[in-house]
T-cell receptor, first 115, second 114 residues
Framework: DARVTQTPRHKVTEMGQEVTMRCQPI?????VFWYRQTMMQGLELLAY????????DSGMPKDRFSAEMPDATLATLKIQPSEPRDSAVYFC?????????????FGEGSRLTVL | LAKTTQPISMDSYEGQEVNITCSHN???????ITWYQQFPSQGPRFIIQ???TKVTNEVASLFIPADRKSSTLSLPRVSLSDTAVYYC???????????????FGTGTLLAVQP
């Protein structure tokens, strides 16, 4: 059963530390999204890739966040330095889309707590 | 930017049909309408997608009027396990239509009671 895999599932860290979240999209999918979810802001789109190329990262705080796809099987979201306001659940989603009409498959999320 | 408006919450009872309406007044010609379901501590899950008129699958129906400024997700005979947050999304066209961003609104919390 193909699924999107995210690691770590839970991460507790201290302010100022670097955090890296990883996502393995479903094999063959060409589009990868990163979302962040908090009670206050709901689901926010941070960045997205198509065929490993970053297409939009306007939702991401540029000074501390970075998103990459080093290869087709791995997407990473890095926060350096982390701050308490970054505490949230981070979701990765992948899809096989043309003009994004296709279904997105979400991972189970990485819950980040920054103390 | 096509924004969506949904009721914050709805209540229902087991066995009833539930209709959740979403407004998207600024929907663009190339935009599709997609609904996702999210349970606590899980990622959203695709339910149904449509462009116009009516779409039906094994779990839901999606009704879209001719002007496409709104859509209604219909869940037949809900059960307790349908308690979740339901999101309406409209594809946001950018870069001359070559790319889109999927923007989630606030969602509707559906609470199904026995």
């Amino acid at each position: 059963d193909a699924r999107v895999t995210q690691t770590p599932r839970h991460k507790v860290t201290e302010m100022g530390q670097e955090v890296t979240m990883r996502c393995q999209p479903i094999l063959g999918h060409n589009t990868v999204f990163w979302y962040r979810q908090t009670m206050m802001q709901g689901l926010e789109l941070l960045a997205y890739f198509r065929n490993r190329a970053p297409l939009d990262d306007s939702g991401m705080p540029k000074d501390r966040f970075s998103a990459e796809m080093p290869d087709a099987t791995l997407a990473t979201l890095k926060i350096q330095p982390s701050e308490p306001r970054d505490s949230a659940v981070y979701f990765c989603a992948s899809g096989l889309t043309r003009d994004l009409t296709g279904e997105l498959f979400f991972g189970e999320g990485s819950r980040l707590t920054v103390l | 930017l096509a924004k969506t408006t949904q009721p914050i919450s709805m209540d229902s009872y087991e066995g009833q049909e539930v209709n959740i309406t979403c407004s998207h007044n600024n929907i663009a010609t190339n935009d599709y309408i997609t609904w996702y379901q999210q349970f606590p501590s899980q990622g959203p899950r695709f339910i149904i997608q449509g462009y116009k008129t009516k779409v039906t699958n094994e779990v839901a129906s999606l009704f879209i009027p001719a002007d496409r400024k709104s859509s209604t997700l219909s869940l037949p005979r809900v059960s307790l396990s349908d308690t979740a947050v339901y999101y309406c999304l409209v594809g946001d066209t950018n870069y001359g239509g070559a790319t889109n961003k999927l923007i989630f609104g606030t969602g509707t919390l559906l609470a199904v009671q026995p």
